[in-house]
């Protein structure tokens, strides 16, 4: 594109370059686009939320949880099953564990929960013989196959437990596992 001026006794020609957007409107330079202006309201917003929430004032996905959080810093599988909500019952049939009878190092030992009952709400797994028992905690969505996997860390051998809370009540299975080299210090 190119503009031209007649300037007497001299013809003076200004050449823009094609790529150069040709600005409907001299207001808008400095003003970001629309679509930048939605990304840093976006980020503008997160921002002020995830603040909001680091600093107590809002409650996080953790906080609508049903179970206490404490229920981690037990150091006895007693005290980690009271903070579930109790003794379970024993139910072989309906929870499946799966784990390897003997493991060679106990760093990362692949253990799997599955149940076969309707209405699951969370999963738990525990070692027994670790320093604290409650080794993680799922929870289960409504419409979602009950079945998890998860690498763990065992301190030595002993037991595993899987515990299911199923229309508001516990049950447990347990199974066993050998580790020749310690994972946890």
């Known amino acids: 594109m ?12 200004i050449t823009r370059p094609m ?10 330079a400095g003003r970001p686009s629309e679509v930048e ?14 603040a909001l ?4 004032l809002l409650p996080g996905r953790s ?10 810093n037990a150091t006895t599988l007693k005290g980690a099953l009271a903070g579930l909500g109790g003794v379970p019952e024993e139910n072989d049939t309906a929870i499946q564990i799966t784990l390897p009878e003997v493991v060679e190092d106990g760093a990362v030992v692949p253990v799997s929960v599955s149940s076969a009952m309707s209405k699951v709400e ?27 996997s998860v690498r763990l860390k065992l301190a030595q051998s002993g037991v595993v437990h899987a515990v299911v809370r199923a229309n508001g009540r516990l049950y447990s299975a347990s199974k066993g596992t050998k580790v020749t080299v310690g994972g946890c210090t």
């Open 2 to 13: 190119c503009d031209s001026f007649e300037v007497p006794n001299k013809r003076l020609s």
């Open 19 to 28: 790529s150069a957007p040709a600005r409907s409107n001299d207001l808008d």
């Open 37 to 50: 202006q939605t990304r840093r309201d976006f980020i503008r917003v997160s921002g002020i939320y995830l």
């Open 53 to 56: 929430v680091g600093l107590g």
């Open 63 to 72: 906080g609508a949880s049903g179970w206490d959080h404490g229920t981690f």
């Open 122 to 148: 969370d999963i738990f797994i525990l070692v027994e013989l670790n320093p604290f028992p409650l080794a993680v905690a799922f929870r289960i969505l409504e419409g979602t196959e009950p079945s998890v």
